[in-house]
């Protein structure tokens, strides 16, 4: 049986997968696991959701069930997922809890935990809450009369949120013209204000939420009105974020993108400027581009490799104290600065760098020359899927593609973590060529894993 938990919580279609109830039993169990047992604590646990219709009936489901077993609750209201895990380190909670779907379609929603130093819960832990949930909370005891927990309400907590950003990146953005894409989610106050504090001219879009239209062909899952209006506009960059606004993409003043490899090399490289970058390295997954690596090489940075999912990336950033790291869709962590990825951090670096050096975006970005990328799936059965390797035939064909690439190429396998399916994933420098490579190799994948 799969687990409850994902890699970013516990997701689903709101009121059929994830229901009131599971958020009831996801408080109880969370609160309970999370607090400190065996002595007179109360725990407290503050929580914050996204934008979608979905939001507060889970939040109040969850929120009760944290009360029932003596938990007091503070609910913040809308707020970004790194303005939640920053207040829960902020304010000494216990936890804190975001319920937020992320860049998904409004429909879905999820509940993820943060610890009480801002961090995502490792494994083990989530594994206990679920066994807490299954098992029907044979362990917890309900307190009644002045045990039962309350709920306070702090829905002007965001500006806390505001306060610790621009007092973090202090840099004046007069005459910088930025137009803002906020997903019609949780940052479309945070985000925006920050910004225009700062003294950049804001031009805001998709950042009127109603409920529905979260993620709805805006923010940085959807680009492309983001790109008209910066051209239109002639403004300096357009920022773009998610629904719960831990990612952040870019559109430069031509009107092409800036994904996180190329974000995360600027920032890089000005922090290594700055005798800022720890360990001399940043930490990526195995789905960052092969310029990323060549832009390492070629600047003396250390590009350290980890699992898919920010989470892999924080493991490995703590493990070695780098305080930089992240992933191609923007999710990037200043672990200096906090506990997750934080969109609105990494867009105020990016604004500064660019306001500092008076260089435009363009001319930043093209320090990590992005590869094509090639990506095709082949069908294999989810028991063989995790043994590829120990098919002589398919490594011999793999190595002979690397070969022929030289350098210039990458090839990378890798088994889908919920589907039958090996995902096959080629870079070279013609986009013709290595999709054409890319199926070829699937399809002899598929043939010999048959």
């Not at 910088?176 to 225009?196: F, P």
């Not at 934080?342 to 867009?347: E, K, Q, T």
């Amino acid at each position: 049986m799969s687990r409850m938990f994902g890699t970013d919580g516990v997701r689903g279609v709101a009121n059929d997968e994830l229901t009131p109830s599971l958020a009831m039993q996801l408080g109880m169990a969370g609160a309970f696991v999370l607090s400190r047992r065996g002595n007179a604590h109360r725990p407290t646990i503050l929580v914050g959701c996204d934008t979608r219709l979905s939001g507060d009936m889970l939040a109040s489901a969850l929120m009760a069930g944290a009360c029932s077993v003596g938990a007091n609750v503070i609910y913040l209201g809308v707020l970004p997922t790194p303005a939640v895990a920053f207040l829960a380190k902020k304010h000494h909670a216990d936890a804190g809890v975001v319920i937020s779907a992320s860049h998904n379609p409004m429909e879905f929603n999820g509940i993820k935990f943060f610890d009480g130093n801002g961090f995502k819960l490792p494994d083990a832990v989530e594994d206990e809450i679920e066994a807490q949930i299954k098992s029907n909370m044979a362990d917890i005891t309900f307190p009644t009369g002045e045990g039962v927990g309350r709920i306070e309400y702090r829905f002007e907590a965001y500006h806390e949120y505001v306060d610790h950003a621009v007092e973090t990146v202090p840099v004046d953005l007069s005459g910088m013209k930025l137009v803002v894409d906020t997903a019609e989610g949780a940052s479309y106050r945070t985000n925006i204000d920050a910004l225009t504090r700062l003294g950049a001219t804001v031009i805001p879009i998709h950042n009127d939420p109603n409920g529905t239209n979260i993620n709805k062909n805006c923010g940085s899952t959807h680009l492309e009105s983001l790109k008209e209006t910066v051209l239109k506009e002639k403004a300096d960059a357009g920022f773009a974020f998610d629904g719960d606004a831990d990612r952040f993409l870019a559109i430069d003043e031509t009107g092409k993108e800036v994904n996180g490899d190329q974000i995360m090399a600027i920032l890089g490289l000005d922090m290594k400027k700055r005798g800022d970058l720890k360990k001399n390295t940043i930490t990526v997954t195995v789905m960052t581009n092969l310029g990323f690596y060549l832009m390492g090489k070629e600047q003396g940075i250390q590009i350290d490799q980890t699992k898919v999912g920010d989470r892999y990336v924080l493991e490995h950033m703590q493990e070695i104290g780098g305080n930089i790291g992240g992933e191609q869709s923007g999710h990037i962590i200043l672990l200096d600065e906090n506990t997750t990825g934080d969109g609105l951090l990494s867009a105020l670096h990016l604004a500064r760098v660019m306001a500092e050096t008076k260089k435009p975006l363009s001319e930043l970005s093209s320090v990590c020359r992005m590869y094509p990328q090639a990506l095709v799936n082949a069908k294999v059965a989810n028991t063989k899927k995790e043994h590829y390797t120990e098919y002589p035939e398919i490594m011999d064909r793999i190595h002979a593609l690397e070969a022929q690439f030289d350098g210039k190429g990458r090839v990378l396998i890798r088994p889908s973590g919920t589907e039958p399916l090996v995902r096959v994933m080629i870079e070279g420098e013609d986009q013709q060529e290595i999709q054409k490579k890319a199926e070829d190799l699937a399809a002899f994948i598929e043939k010999t894993m048959a």
